[in-house]
């Protein structure tokens, strides 16, 4: 299974952009970008998801690097709420099974100051 | 409103008592998964579920089972549990393909 890589926290500002990085190296091409968030006390939070595109909702962007062996999520104006762990995991659909396993890294814990 | 219902939310239980965490979901989705999250460790899967009758082992397997009768069913049982399987376990499920999995709010599981 692909592995992801990302940073083990990061600090923000409030109402300021947040970019959280996540490599993928060995990214195969079926593979789909997954972006969840765990917010304390709570289970995991999808976020947003991606394959070969950029992709916005309303939740944040995802910018996915050409070669597709990096990512970028994209917090547009950073809230308290949003303080939480975010990762980026890799969901795999070439077999038919694939799609079942999702395996979590540590994830980046992103702290919001007022 | 789609959801994935877990219950109970906190569980107490003494070592080899045999227990049952249920999990049901009302978004009519093919794969379900159960997940366990430690201090340190991270959320790890123990089982997911392709469709009805179709199950697989994750990374943490041991000393849990599961079945997946019914489409929105998923219940992860432990037959014999130990005070190492104390940690807090989530549900989720998702539509087959790329879509994202929809968690449940976890059951916190002490073992004694």
């Known amino acids: 299974d692909a592995k992801t890589t990302q940073p083990n926290s990061m600090e923000s500002n409030e109402e300021e952009p947040v970019h959280l990085p996540c490599n993928h190296s060995?990214?195969?091409?079926?593979?789909?970008i997954h972006w969840y968030r765990q917010l304390p006390s709570q289970g995991p939070e999808y976020v947003i998801h991606g394959l070969t595109s950029n992709v916005n909702n309303r939740m944040a962007s995802l910018a996915i690097a050409e070669d597709r062996k990096s990512s970028t999520l994209i917090l547009h104006r950073a809230t308290l709420r949003d303080a939480a762990v975010y990762y980026c995991?890799?969901?795999?659909?070439?077999?038919?099974?694939?799609?079942?396993?999702?395996?979590f890294g540590q994830g980046t814990e992103l702290s919001v100051k007022p | 409103e789609a959801q994935v219902t877990q219950n109970p939310r906190y569980l107490i239980t003494v070592t080899g008592k045999k227990l049952t965490v249920t999990c049901s979901q009302n978004m009519n989705h093919e794969y379900m998964s159960w997940y366990r999250q430690d201090p340190g460790l991270g959320l790890r899967q123990i089982y997911y579920?392709?469709?009805?009758?179709?199950?697989d082992k994750g990374d943490v397997p041991e000393g849990y089972k599961v079945s997946r009768k019914e489409k929105r069913n998923f219940p992860l049982i432990l037959e014999s549990p130990s005070p190492n399987q104390t940690s807090l376990y989530f549900c989720a499920s998702s539509q087959q393909g790329a879509d994202g999995y929809t968690f449940g709010s976890g059951t916190r599981l002490t073992v004694v």
């Open positions: 995991i890799l969901r795999g659909i070439r077999l038919r099974n694939q799609g079942g396993k999702l395996i």
């Open positions: 060995t990214i195969s091409g079926t593979d789909y």
């Open positions: 579920s392709m469709n009805v009758e179709v199950t």
